[in-house]
């Protein structure tokens, strides 16, 4: 390769030599990348290499280019072509920011600015042939020393975006199942009950008529009953707490947390401020639903005797930390939760639908949970 690219130097004219080698590069005869510089054009080839690096990026399901000091791709794999709808002679020579939204642009330059610095990585509107936008990711980096070459990367987020929205369709799809489930518990069952009550009163009532085997039986029945009226209110309210829509956030965390420590025997110090407000519905089921699933998580796994749950609002941001002093989460275990999207998976994705972030930290010393959240 280097021969051949000697001997094409010695016998062409410098500006002739230069249009040929970025044809060539263009059409994929070479393995090379060439930036237009002021003194002319620079040739880039991956020395040492045993699989060269054109055969290495055209084999990739991302789309890549590589862009000169303007901006202007001198370079895209099969990839990008492809998913611009385009061929590679129609996308060479333009600048990147011709294939995004307008709204983008100001981004793209900032990204392109930071490159110089360190990578930079950002989500743009990708412009297709036809004039549709579809979700990208765009990641940079230098390519060469004197930082006149870059290399952008382009993922398609399409079907991330549309599972992302499945998943948050199907989230709110459960909240409105349980409270539906909730609603016909404390109803249509509780009125169930309530009437099995009053009969049995009735009964009650003539109890001296019976023999005390039978009076005993039915004085029992009153008892069940009471305690079956009182385990559909629990469920009921576990499912979707109604103080959570009359009285907000901090009287419904309140209540759970009081009846979580009545039932595991775990002592939980709620600190939240008495004059936290009301935050979206959307928001106050989602920290709920957190504070919810850690405290499960401590009952069933940790083995601590005592969490504590604190809240508190930053400017624009809140802070939900959860923590026990248990025996911890394993790492292996983290990440299984995590890529089964139960679990801590499950609790970063609904943060993730509100814009927020999950970080958990542990050791043999207990767990701590912290989500963070932008608040209006």
Not at 160 to 171: C, D, T, V
Not at 274 to 288: H, K, N, Q
Request: contains cysteine; proline residues 2%.
């Amino acid at each position: 390769m280097k021969s051949e690219m000697k001997q094409f130097q010695d016998s062409v004219p410098l500006m002739e030599e230069a249009e040929q080698t970025l044809h060539a590069i263009r059409q994929g005869a070479v393995d090379a990348f060439v930036v237009e510089e002021a003194e002319g054009h620079r040739v880039y080839t991956l020395e040492g290499s045993d699989l060269p690096y054109s055969a290495l990026v055209e084999r990739m399901q991302q789309g890549a280019a590589m862009l000169d000091g303007l901006g202007c791709v001198v370079y895209c794999n099969l990839s990008l072509a492809k998913l611009l709808g385009m061929s590679r002679q129609m996308v060479i020579g333009r600048l990147l920011q011709d294939f995004l939204a307008p709204a983008d642009q100001a981004e793209c330059q900032r990204l392109l600015h930071e490159t110089q610095i360190g990578s930079s990585e950002g989500e743009m509107q990708l412009r297709l042939a036809d004039g549709s936008l579809i979700p990208a990711n765009f990641s940079f980096s230098i390519l060469s020393r004197d930082k006149s070459a870059t290399g952008v990367l382009i993922t398609d987020l399409t079907v991330s975006k549309q599972q992302a929205e499945f998943a948050s369709r199907l989230q709110n799809m459960q909240d409105e199942e349980r409270k539906r489930i909730a609603r016909e518990l404390h109803d249509s069952v509780g009125q169930l009950l309530a009437a099995i009550s009053m009969n049995i009163g009735l009964v009650q009532s003539q109890s001296h008529l019976l023999d005390s085997r039978a009076a005993r039986a039915v004085s029992d029945n009153a008892m069940l009953v009471e305690q079956v009226s009182s385990e559909i209110r629990t469920i009921s309210h576990l499912l979707h707490p109604p103080l959570l829509d009359l009285a907000g956030l901090r009287s419904a965390l309140r209540w759970y947390v009081d009846g979580f420590s009545e039932r595991s025997k775990i002592k939980v110090d709620l600190e939240i401020p008495a004059d936290f407000g009301r935050l979206t519905a959307e928001m106050e089921i989602a920290i709920f639903r957190i504070v919810q699933e850690c405290l499960t998580n401590i009952h069933r796994h940790s083995g601590s005797d005592a969490a504590s749950i604190r809240l508190r609002k930053e400017g624009n941001e809140l802070m939900v930390q959860v923590r026990d002093n248990g025996k911890g989460i394993p790492e292996e275990k983290q990440r299984e939760l995590t890529a089964s999207g139960l679990g801590f998976g499950g609790m970063r994705e609904r943060l993730r639908q509100l814009g927020g972030t999950l970080e958990v930290q542990s050791d043999g010393t207990g767990t701590l949970v912290s989500a963070m959240l932008k608040v209006a």
